[in-house]
């Protein structure tokens, strides 16, 4: 038996020993770092539209959509530098304006799913009206759908073009739909303004899309915080408040635009998809009567009861 001195600092140089083996054996617990999810940047296509006088379109429609431009390469039609060159067929057809610098090129190549409009960093390359078809069938053109590339206005632009321009708007049968291209940085610029106004006065069914959004949302290589993207889509809806108001300025009268605004991009991507391209398709889609028509709900026809059946619970009011 140890003596009772012995025996404590026995018992301490034990302890500290096993202190010391349990700390080089057991790793420290230090709180796992925080993952940050990226959940906010998984935004709907929704949040990149405006839609007042129309009804937003579904995911199915927006499936169908891309399935429409893909199912098939785009293939080209023609180019006229002068509207009575244009060839005439029955298929109809929507177009695509906007100023010289807005990129209209390189987001028709991203609707139709391929590189076939010319593009470059010079403004004004387009310099006639370039004609693609998309779907349908060849012989007969049934739903079948052309896409005009339009020459740029403003910058780069020539008044002949614009002369050649006026024309197709103001006489073609075929066309069901102009779509005008605004830039979502610099907003509407005086040009356009003017062809808006002509629009308005011709009564040619019109709608704008905002084009580089990405520039807007994303201006930088570096992804956003949350609080720094909720602030750009505010401040992207008080521009679309804007074009709206400028597009629309009397409620009471639409003369020939389309109640809804769509915001895209030719390069930047989110959930797989390449910014409001699908929604841009649906509404090309849906100006010729192609989009995908959503099923009706069946309603019962109610049982219809002649007057002189019906059985009151108390004495009908006379």
């Known amino acids: 038996m140890l003596a009772p001195a012995r025996s404590r600092i026995w018992l301490a140089r034990t302890n500290r020993a096993q202190r010391v083996s349990t700390n080089a054996t057991t790793p420290s617990k230090t709180p796992a770092p925080v993952q940050k999810t990226r959940d906010y940047l998984n935004f709907p296509p929704s949040a990149l539209s405006y839609h007042w006088d129309t009804v937003p379109p579904t995911n199915e429609q927006l499936r169908y959509a891309e399935k429409f431009f893909s199912k098939q390469p785009p293939t080209f039609l023609w180019s006229a530098p002068k509207f009575q060159l244009m060839s005439f067929g029955d298929s109809p057809e929507v177009c695509f304006l ?3 610098n807005v990129g209209k090129s390189s987001l028709l190549n991203a609707l139709l799913g391929e590189k076939i409009a010319h593009t470059s960093s010079k403004p004004g390359r387009t310099r006639s ?3 693609f078809a998309v779907g349908g069938d060849e012989d007969n053109g ?3 759908l052309v896409v005009l590339d339009m020459p740029g206005y403003g910058k780069g632009g020539r008044a002949e073009w614009g002369n050649e321009i006026m024309k197709y708007l103001e006489k073609r049968s075929q066309l069901k739909r102009a779509f005008l291209l605004v830039d979502a940085v610099h907003g509407v610029k005086t040009s356009d303004e003017q062809l808006l106004a002509l629009f308005r006065e011709q009564n040619i069914p019109h709608q704008i899309v905002l084009a580089k959004v990405d520039r807007l949302l994303f201006p930088t290589a ?8 909720e602030a750009r889509f505010a401040e992207l809806r008080r521009t679309m408040e804007a074009v709206k108001g400028l597009i629309q300025p009397d409620v009471e009268d639409i003369s020939g635009v389309l109640g809804e605004l769509i915001a895209c991009s030719s390069e930047k991507r989110a959930n797989g998809m390449k910014l409001g391209i699908n929604s841009v398709r649906h509404a090309m889609l849906q100006a010729v009567g192609l989009e995908y028509q959503l099923p009706k709900k069946r309603v019962t026809n109610p049982e219809i009861i002649p007057f002189d059946q019906i059985s009151w619970t108390s004495s009908p009011v006379g």
């Open 142 to 144: 049934k739903n079948r």
């Open 98 to 100: 906007g100023r010289s």
């Open 129 to 131: 009206m370039n004609a």
């Open 222 to 229: 570096r992804l956003p915080s949350e609080g720094a993207l």
